[in-house]
């Protein structure tokens, strides 16, 4: 897990919850974009053998990163349960730092068209 959300972990639920979902979680840090995190999570699960997993993001960026895990994982997955993490959003308008959310809804506005016009011109 990345460290400011083991830090936030321990903050509201406490070192042992810590403990067990540090134990718990795959971090997949590699990635420079959704969809490559998608294919670089799935050969992670894959060599670990696992079938059933949770996908925790933020809830601005959950449903297209569920819809490019989906389409990543094919059949693999039994099943992809959306976890979404409310702090990313919270966290940016809390500390005034609405330059940069703008820009990052910009950014997931532009990327969910990305991913439709794909759709739409059948790749």
Same mark, same amino acid.
């Given at each position: ?12 639920? *406490?070192?042992?919850?810590?403990? !067990?979902?540090?134990?718990?979680? @795959? ?21 670990? *053998?696992?079938?059933? @997993?949770?996908? @925790? ?12 895990? !989906?389409?990543?994982? *094919? ?26 959310? *703008? $820009? ?13 016009? $794909? ?5």
């Amino acid at each position: 897990m990345a460290k400011w959300s083991l830090k936030w972990v321990e903050e509201n639920w *406490g070192a042992e919850i810590r403990e !067990r979902l540090a134990a718990l979680l @795959v971090l997949e840090e590699t990635s420079r974009n959704t969809a490559a995190a998608a294919k670089n999570t799935l050969a992670l699960l894959q060599k670990l *053998g696992l079938k059933r @997993v949770g996908l @925790v993001t933020d809830h601005l960026h959950m449903r297209r990163a569920h819809y490019l895990f !989906r389409r990543q994982a *094919g059949a693999h997955l039994h099943l992809l349960h959306p976890l979404p993490f409310p702090g990313l959003l919270r966290d940016y308008w809390q500390r005034r730092r609405f330059l940069r959310l *703008g $820009k990052m809804l910009l950014r997931e506005g532009g990327a969910w068209l990305k991913v439709l016009g $794909k759709r739409m011109a059948g790749r």
